[in-house]
Nanobody, 124 residues
Framework: QVQLVESGGGLVQAGGSLRLSCAASGRTFRDVVMGWFRQAPGKEREFVAAIRWSDGSTYYADSVKGRLTISRDNAKNTVYLQMNSLKPEDTAVYYC?????????????????WGQGTQVTVSS
């Protein structure tokens, strides 16, 4: 099993920044992709960004390109989501997820492991 624990959420004004962290523990895999998703009230969970652990390749949803950056720290087994220029529409619960392999899926149900989520609220 893989355990994922997110942290770093909070309340921020529009235009501000936050950095989310996702610490992974438990079973490790040679090839794994880590993703960030978010879910706003009354909406479906949507893809935000993904990173391939082996080579650091990244992929982003169009809505966050240029504002959000995903990165990893191999030594800490941690994935980060740096969020800049935040907008009220970024308000959601943000989830970290992991899937074995090298494909950076954008469909939530294809991911094997999930964290509990962290709330991000952006005020206008």
């Amino acid at each position: 099993q893989v355990q994922l624990v997110e942290s770093g959420g909070g309340l921020v004004q529009a235009g501000g920044s936050l950095r989310l962290s996702c610490a992974a523990s438990g079973r490790t895999f040679r090839d794994v992709v880590m993703g960030w998703f978010r879910q706003a009230p009354g909406k479906e969970r949507e893809f935000v960004a993904a990173i391939r652990w082996s080579d650091g390749s990244t992929y982003y949803a169009d809505s966050v390109k240029g504002r959000l950056t995903i990165s990893r720290d191999n030594a800490k087994n941690t994935v980060y989501l740096q969020m800049n220029s935040l907008k009220p529409e970024d308000t959601a619960v943000y989830y970290c997820a992991a899937v074995r392999g090298i494909v950076m899926y954008i469909v939530p149900k294809l991911y094997d492991y999930w964290g509990q989520g962290t709330q991000v609220t952006v005020s206008s």
